[in-house]
Structure formats: C-alpha cells, structure tokens
C-alpha cells in the first residue's frame, strides 16, 4: 500500500487543521493506520515518542497519545481509502512534520510496527 498525507499547512494557536492520509492498493481495510510526527528539520529514526494517533481496521477503536487526547480525533473512511486526522486547539508544541503509516497487524504506538510510510505534510502553529 502507498501512503500520502496532505492537509497541513500554517495556522495560529487555537485554530484547527484537517490532515487527510491517502492510500492507493486494494484492500486498504485490512490496515491499520497511524499518525506520527518528527519536528521540523530534525528528520532521525521514528520513536514511540512521536506517536500522536491510531485506529483499527474497521474505525471502532481508536487511540491517541497524551497529547493529542481530548484536541485530536482520528477516523477513517475505507470506502475511499482514506484517514483523517483532525486536530483543534492547536498550540506551537503540535508544529510538525506529520507522517501516516500502515500496517497489516493489530494496532500498535510504536513506529517499528508500521511497515508502510508515507510521505508527511508540515503543521506550523504560530503563536
């Protein structure tokens, strides 16, 4: 499966953004997909630290990390090939480079466990 993100942009703390992820390839509902981010400019190796949000293959079960809770909200639309990833309330710690991944097993935080990329989409909070 390839993966696209696309979405971000520049916006003032407490707006929001809607980051879509984009998948080509049959059988997009047996994937799980995750979000991630690496700050700007600091491109290295994804750690379980840059998780932001996952959801399961159907939707019905989604998780986000502390930070993102209660701002961020994942859901997905297989019939469309394409997960989403809106987040409110933006402050200038969520600026970003915000990645999608996927992965044929169960849902897990860890980049590790994401066998397919894609190509991430800049946030830029200014306060």
């Known amino acids: 499966v390839q993966l696209q993100a696309s979405g971000g942009g520049l916006v003032q703390a407490g707006g929001s953004l809607s980051l879509t992820c984009v998948a080509s390839?049959?059988?997009?509902?047996?994937?799980?997909v995750g979000w991630f981010l690496q700050a700007i400019g600091k491109e290295r190796e994804f750690a379980e630290r840059?998780?932001?949000?996952?959801?399961?293959?159907?939707?019905?079960?989604?998780f986000y990390a502390d930070s993102a809770q209660g701002r961020f909200s994942i859901s997905r639309d297989n019939a469309k090939n394409m997960v989403y990833l809106q987040m409110n309330n933006l402050t200038p710690e969520d600026t970003a480079v915000y990645y999608c991944?996927?992965?044929?097993?169960?849902?897990?935080?860890?980049?590790?466990?994401?066998?397919?990329w894609g190509r991430g989409t800049q946030v830029t909070v200014s306060s």
């Open positions: 991944a996927a992965d044929s097993s169960v849902v897990r935080r860890a980049p590790k466990d994401y066998d397919y």
């Open positions: 840059d998780f932001v949000a996952a959801i399961s293959r159907s939707g019905a079960s989604t």
């Open positions: 390839g049959r059988a997009f509902s047996t994937y799980v």
